[in-house]
């Protein structure tokens, strides 16, 4: 396995964030920060991402998922992932 910090970059290198803003734009899916609800920038979700990567490559366990905003990230014994996920419920 290449190192947790190789591989996080390289996870970080090759996802379209601008991908994620799109379908949050052309979905009105938002962010909340004081009260104020937004569409976050390229930027505001690589940070969030990668947070959430260092999180869960900081883990001590050979399994773990850490999630948030959309945004899963999960760390294996040898591989490391991240996906932006939509989820809809009808009642």
């Known amino acids: 396995m290449i190192s947790k910090g190789k591989a996080i970059n390289k996870i970080m290198r090759e996802f379209n ?15 909340k920060k004081n009260d104020e609800e ?3 920038s390229e930027g505001e979700l690589r940070l969030k991402a ?6 869960a490559a900081g883990s001590s366990t050979n399994y773990c998922r850490v999630s948030g905003n959309g945004f899963i990230a999960t760390k294996r014994a040898t591989t490391m992932e991240l996906i932006y996920s939509i989820c809809h419920c009808w009642g």
């Open 17 to 31: 964030f601008r991908a994620v803003r799109d379908v949050m734009k052309a979905s009105n899916i938002t962010w």
């Open 38 to 40: 937004y569409i976050p």
């Open 50 to 55: 990668e947070e959430m990567l260092k999180s």
